[in-house]
């Protein structure tokens, strides 16, 4: 059973109250907002003693009375039981995803890169057709009764592979009616190779489109190189535009990603210089990976945290303008619809649901974690699974993460991503203190805005 929770914040002039177990979401007056901090902690008489000089005790005690029923209806202080989620998500067998790294190359040099600059560590290298191919009888065999598969095309630069991409797509597809399976394919592209025939061709088979810039021309430019050490934004931007207009008008799903760094901790400007440029679906994230110049450290949070307040406040004076309104991919939490609770135990379900593909066929548990040998499940030919390897990936659900039980977050971020955890502090289990604090920040943020700038309407309820 999981301890009853609540999590109060305050965004501009609004107080508002999260029931964690339930995801319930209120936006409560000063009044309530006060009780709040000794409600079921102290006696009714000792709440009435404390907040009498600064208000009636008439409404003191209604007040009190108000959270009495939203308690008794399980939306505040509730209590969940998740052992039979957490034994059902245990006994996951199926993959559902996989990430196809069908380049271990890249046409660019970003300094930041987690990946050596897309070649992981090792040698630079195309995923061929018969690995290609293994890789999808794999998914076959190991989704069993699923339907919707998803495949993600992944680099490097997978555009470098585009021969390959082809083929996958065909051959799934050539595979859907006999094993009644829907295909589901996103490529992330850092938009350089793009021509107008492979525009199109994205555009037409892709369900999602991820790419690459971040943000103004400066910024961009200093990170986001070619091998001659060049920028890449003029070239990168021109495309961008091309594959946005025909996502817009067709109404399929894009978005497009930058990375923040030490160098451009007022990437608030980034968010709205993409914003002015047309694209409305934007997402900016700190930067991972080995590179310590670049990491975002303790001394960063603050002036981080002013940015998200930035992003916010253009978004909503956006959205009520009309003028370039977008969505941050970062404050898109449904409230009414969220994840099931499977989900928000275990993230993106990296070595459960979802793995990757090397160009040689070896299997990870995600993309993060390729060229750390002690995590290789398999390779796809053989089609068996390590399961040393399943086991020590098993208890990362956030519930197995010391830190993360108290956090009234975790529902949203399901203890953070497991290969940042191991690559920051060497345990899957031991979240990066500086990626949950600018998750907690951006998660308030969209808690706020869910509730207040109506980015989506319906009632309650958070866990499915």
Known sequence: MVTPMVHTFEIWDTKMVLDVNSGSVFEVDDLVYDVLKFYGKRSREDIVAELKEKYPESEIEEAMKELDVLKAQGLLFSEANLEPAIELLNGKKYVKALCLNVAHDCNLRCRYCFASKGHYDGARQLMNKEVAKSAIDFLIERSEELKNLEVDFFGGEPLMAFDTIRYVVSYARSLEDKYNKKFHFTVTTNCLLLDDKKIDYLHENMDNIVMSLDGRKMVNDRMRVRADGSGSYDKVVSNIKKLVALRKRDGKDYYVRGTFTK???????????????????????????????????????????RQYDEIAREYIRRKTSGENPFRFYHFNIDIYKGPCLQKRLSACGAGREYLAVTPDGEIYPCHQFIGKREFVLGNVFEKNLDEDVIKKLKNTHVLAKPDCISCWAKFFCSGGCNANNYEVNGDLNAPNKISCSLQKKRIEYALYLAVKAGIQSEKNKLIC
């Open 263 to 305: 160098y451009n901790l007022d990437f608030a400007k980034d968010v709205i210089h993409m914003a002015d440029l047309g694209f409305d679906e934007i997402s900016v994230e700190p930067v991972v990976g080995k590179e310590e110049e670049f990491l975002i450290g303790e001394g960063d949070l603050e002036t981080a945290y």
